[in-house]
């Protein structure tokens, strides 16, 4: 209780130990048994955190190279509105991103910023762009001209920019849900991902004409990442989450595993997502 906290423990894990309707716990339950969701909600947020970062380093670099490609290194070159798609929908978030820009540039509170600014007068975007959340990242691509969205969703493989802009979107609040130590394995985004391929190719059943799991729960971080990281990295990852769902559903007598998949928004049979050929 000291280690965790009283509230973070049984105010974010407690009621999957509850008879539904009642504040009575199912017969059985041990305090051993709600530290031991606590830890695997943790485990999760280590390891889908990890490969969220490798994510957000890849599209940093791709922004940053392709950006000062073609509008060269200059800092004023990031800070001019104009070399944005600046229509009518994204004028709003254009201003605020000037306004995040402008705050960069001037920051002091990072080393490199200070020297590059010092002794040269001049931030370039791959310098800059170190500073930037992954949600002013994902602001920034949003925003960008069409041809370096382009090149940009080319790099990570086969999606579209709408894919990849909604992608970015629901990443950018899972990161957040990591990087704060929130709960993780029930957290669901009010943005969803586009209905892709792998949701049919794993007959996600649907309540309407909307998909049942993969939508903006943990699965569909777990969609992204098979669109967004390399082959080898994805499974790698996979093997990791089968463990950790594995070794948990050990310790957790009163939450049956097919329980603990439907409260993640996992369908019975997300294994099979390595199995399936990913197409646009």
């Known amino acids: ?6 509230f973070p423990l049984f105010g974010g894990y407690k009621h999957l130990f509850r008879i539904p309707l009642t504040k009575k716990y199912k017969d059985g339950t041990t305090f051993d048994e709600i ?5 695997f ?39 001019d509105r104009h070399n944005y798609n600046n229509n009518r929908q994204n004028q709003k978030i254009i ?39 992954f949600g002013n990242l994902s602001k920034m691509y949003k925003v960008f001209p069409q041809s370096l969205r382009s090149k940009i969703c080319k790099d990570f493989g086969i999606i579209n920019q709408r894919q990849l802009e909604q992608f970015l979107s629901v990443l950018t609040k ?11 394995f029930t957290y669901r985004t009010i943005d969803n991902i586009s209905d892709l391929p792998l949701h049919q190719n794993l007959s996600i059943p649907k ?9 903006n729960d943990l699965f569909a971080v777990v969609i992204a990442f098979r ?28 939450i049956t595993e097919s329980e603990l998949l439907e409260h993640m928004g996992f369908p019975a049979n997300w294994k099979d997502i390595s199995r399936c050929r990913i197409t646009p």
């Not at 530290?35 to 830890?39: H, Q, R």
């Not at 490969?51 to 000062?68: D, G, K």
């Open 95 to 133: 201003v605020r991103l000037m306004a995040t820009l402008q705050r960069a540039v001037t920051t002091t509170d990072y080393v490199y910023i200070n020297y590059y600014r010092t002794t040269y007068g001049n931030i370039p975007l791959w310098v800059l762009i170190n500073v930037l959340t």
């Open 41 to 79: 909600d943790s485990e999760l947020r280590e390891l889908f955190f990890k490969y969220l970062l490798q994510i957000e380093r890849h599209l940093r670099s791709l922004m940053s190279y392709y950006f000062s490609e073609k509008y060269g290194e200059a800092q004023t070159a990031y800070l």
């Open 174 to 184: 899972f990161r957040n849900v990591c990087a704060h130590g929130e709960r993780l």
């Open 227 to 254: 669109y967004l990281l390399p082959k080898e990295d994805f499974y790698s990852f996979k093997r990791k989450l089968t463990v950790a769902i594995g070794k948990s559903s050990k310790k957790l007598i009163h």
């Open 207 to 215: 309540n309407g004409i909307q998909y049942v799991y993969g939508k």
């Open 1 to 6: 209780m000291k280690r965790i906290g009283y």
């Open 35 to 39: 530290v031991a969701l606590y830890d």
